[in-house]
């Protein structure tokens, strides 16, 4: 096997290597936004139930306009 071809396979093997790392970082980022979403979800949902509750009145009740109009 002559030096070239040598060189082309190493070549081709560091950029699967890259090409790999991205998709494995691209991946990661995905996961990392989908669990921020999550999380921020949950304090909404939170945050409404509170609300709620120094209304006294049921979560079915409280909507955007009456919580904008107290505030």
Do not use: P
Not at 12 to 41: C, D, G, I, P, Y
Not at 47 to 60: F, Q, R, S, T, Y
């Amino acid at each position: 096997m002559d030096n070239e071809t040598k060189r082309s396979r190493t070549e081709k093997t560091l950029k699967q290597k890259v090409a790999f790392a991205q998709l494995e970082l691209n991946r990661l980022k995905s996961m990392e936004k989908s669990e921020q979403k999550k999380v921020e979800t949950r304090l909404k949902i939170i945050l409404g139930a509170e609300v709620a509750k120094v209304m006294n009145c049921g979560i079915e009740q409280v909507d955007k306009e009456l919580v904008m109009g107290i505030l």
